[in-house]
């Protein structure tokens, strides 16, 4: 989950319920040659989520409704300054490798209405060759505290080779749907008993590069 908001899941808000925070994400590719050498991400919070950051950060001090660039610089640095070890909840795998990620750049963020976005770019430690096969991405929380849905979409460009980007929304099965009911009864401060358990509700981007 992003790391600034890590310690939310304690306050005020619903008793009840898995998840707790919703965000819709976007992603983008930066391919070339067929070689993916990094990611495109845009998150945006939901309206109580974006309610708790201006608590948190102290955001708005005139109160006017409106973030300033210091507000703004704020948000983006909580939220992509990550330690080592963190990934930000992005699982990106091909043929049974995890892949790894560097550390977050480019990052800036921005409230147009009542949801606060977060943009950065999220390089690879080393480039990923998807001429040899697939890569699957998936944008999750472990533990289901955030819901994650990818609401958009940036394909490869064609000058990027043939290269495609095919999104495959999450669709609950009877024993997802049986679970799904199961995590929303939890309270904030119960854990899910299933490990990697968010990885069962995740959409999924399939890249593949001819």
């Given at each position: ?8 899941i304690?306050?005020t ?11 819709d ?8 040659a ?15 989520t974006?309610?708790?950051l ?7 001090t005139?109160g006017d ?5 210091e507000?703004l610089?704020?948000?983006a ?6 330690p ?15 892949i ?6 480019n990052?800036?963020a ?13 390089p690879?430690?080393?480039?990923l ?7 699957v ?22 000058g ?10 999450f669709q ?10 199961q995590?929303?009864a939890?309270s904030?401060?119960?854990m899910?008993?299933?490990?990697n ?11 593949t590069?001819?």
């Open positions: 989950m992003p790391f600034l908001l890590l310690p939310l304690g306050l808000g619903p008793a009840l319920a898995h998840p707790h925070i919703f965000v994400a976007e992603v983008g590719f930066d391919i070339e067929a070689q993916l050498t990094s990611l495109r991400i845009t998150w945006t919070y939901d309206e109580f974006t309610l708790v201006f608590e948190t950060l102290n955001l708005d005139d409704g409106v973030l300033n660039a507000d610089a704020k948000v640095a909580g939220e992509t300054e990550w080592d070890g963190y990934n930000g909840d992005v699982y990106l795998e091909a043929g049974q490798q995890v790894a990620f560097g550390k977050p750049t990052a800036s921005e409230m147009p209405g009542d949801k606060v976005t977060v943009r950065f770019d999220l690879l430690k080393e480039p060759d998807l001429s040899a096969g697939s890569a991405l998936r944008l999750y929380d472990p533990y289901y505290y955030y819901a994650y849905t990818v609401t958009g979409l940036t394909k490869p460009e064609p990027e080779g043939s290269c495609q980007a095919t999104l495959v929304p609950a099965d009877d024993a997802t749907a049986a679970l799904q009911d995590l929303a939890l904030r401060e119960e899910p008993e299933q490990e358990v968010g990885r069962l509700f995740a959409d999924e981007i399939v890249l590069c001819d």
